[in-house]
């Protein structure tokens, strides 16, 4: 139901944007949220955006270096990585909330809380 892209491989210090988008646009979402995985550990959420409001959450392990924004008019979420980190390196995974579990965003996204998903996008950092 959703399409990444812009994962790659960086050195540290360096930056990537990642792209989100349906691949149908079957349904509407209230907030939408990139969620990452590490080898071995689990699925965390890093960031999340209302789509009406454009109101954000950030983990902290992100905040200050992570930029999520949208463009309606294209129906796509992005998130801006700069200053990567090693510790960035994972599987990145955009994820649309279509009931409004938390949104505008107050916490942490919950896994459950996420009806669709992307195929991921892998994002190492050197």
């Known amino acids: 139901q959703l399409v990444e892209s812009g994962g790659g491989s960086v050195q540290a210090g360096g930056s990537l944007r990642l792209s989100c988008a349906p691949s149908?646009?079957?349904?509407?979402?209230?907030?939408m949220a990139w969620f990452r995985q590490a080898p071995g550990k689990e699925r965390e959420g890093v960031a999340v955006?209302?789509?009406?409001?454009?109101?954000?959450y950030y983990a902290d392990s992100v905040k200050g270096r992570f930029t999520i924004s949208q463009d309606n008019a294209k129906n796509t979420v992005y998130l801006q990585m700069n200053s990567l980190e090693p510790q960035d390196t994972a599987m990145y995974y955009c994820?649309?909330?279509?009931?409004?579990?938390?949104?505008?965003?107050?916490?942490?996204?919950?896994?459950?809380?996420?009806?669709?998903w992307g195929q991921g996008t892998q994002v190492t950092v050197s």
């Open positions: 149908r646009s079957t349904y509407s979402s209230e907030c």
């Open positions: 955006i209302s789509v009406g409001g454009g109101s954000t």
């Open positions: 994820a649309a909330d279509i009931q409004g579990w938390d949104c505008p965003p107050t916490r942490a996204p919950r896994l459950y809380e996420y009806t669709y």
